[in-house]
């Protein structure tokens, strides 16, 4: 039995606070923090006061909803807590998306790895799970995310949000989208200095309708630039995954990358790494494994740096013609390739709850002027 929140939320939508005509997530009951763990489901209903008469019963309705449309074996009674409006969770008070609950920063220390195809194939397997996704493509001198989902010619207009004037993503398999690639001309190089490049990210950022997200994930540019600082410095990230290849001469590079957020001064930690090209697969031979690039190089590097190995995605044809159609394989998960990236999105998931639940969040990178 597998459970994802969108499971969870679809059965609590046959719950109704009692009097209105409203089910308890349209009425946004339902916290954003729905806790997966094997059959394990926890998280709290939303109330106005303390005194509500009707918060038994509605949390007893809630677990029997769980049980009955999602699965009778589902770990939920004694797991449901009720919060209350007059005792809010504490917020950052700078957090510039407050409505979004995981910042996911995707790095490369070298170019070619497949850093875009591992994030694009990520927000999808995460979407797939039903998890609310954005991605913000900020490689700004080299955007790929427009094609590899399919929307190049996408044009994302102004929305006017609690009167302000903020452009509105991109939408495609579940996730939404934002990148430089949709502003200019696709056959044309960006040609800007870094404090340009800096101030079009920070408008992809703060002035974009990004709505209510579990996950935000930003395909960082290969090594490190003014494009990292400058997340860094405008977004508290919640957490890195490193992307590599299993070569010597990428492992090198992404050495440097985990060494640069897990820096003093950046201090972003590191869910993982993800070994990319592990192995060929010929699709004729789908049991043989070919190690052209090295075996076990990011294995390797993981244990030595006491990091995560979050998954090893193999090479097969058909991976590069999906990507170049504007179609992940993570919506296959039943071939070889999307099955890799699914277990890949649980093991990110995974990581991240263990951060959450162990480390403190994380704060923007406060640099000076002299630094």
Sequence with gaps: MKLYPKLILDALTKVRYPGTDKNIVEAGMVDDNIRIEGRKVSFALLFAKPNDPFVDSVVRAAEAAVLKYVSPEVDIRGNIRPAFASSPLPKEPDALLPQVKNILVVASGKGGVGKSAVTANLAVALAGMGYRVGLLDADIFGPSQPKMFHVEDVRPEAETVDGRELIRPATNYGVKLLSIGFFVNRTDAVVWRGAMASNALKQLIGDADWGTLDYFLVDLPPGTSD?????????????????????????ADARKAISMFASEKISVPVLGLVENMSWFTPAELPDNRYYIFGKDGCKRLAAELNVPLLGQIPIV?????????????????ETVTGAAFHALAKQVVEQTAFRNAHLAPTRRVKVNADD
């Design 227 to 251: 494009i990292h600082l400058t997340v860094v410095q405008t977004l508290a990230v919640t957490g890195a995954v490193i992307v590599s290849t299993p070569q010597e001469v990428a492992l």
């Design 317 to 333: 044809q058909s991976i590069c013609e999906s990507g170049d159609r504007g179609e992940p394989a993570a919506l296959h998960p």
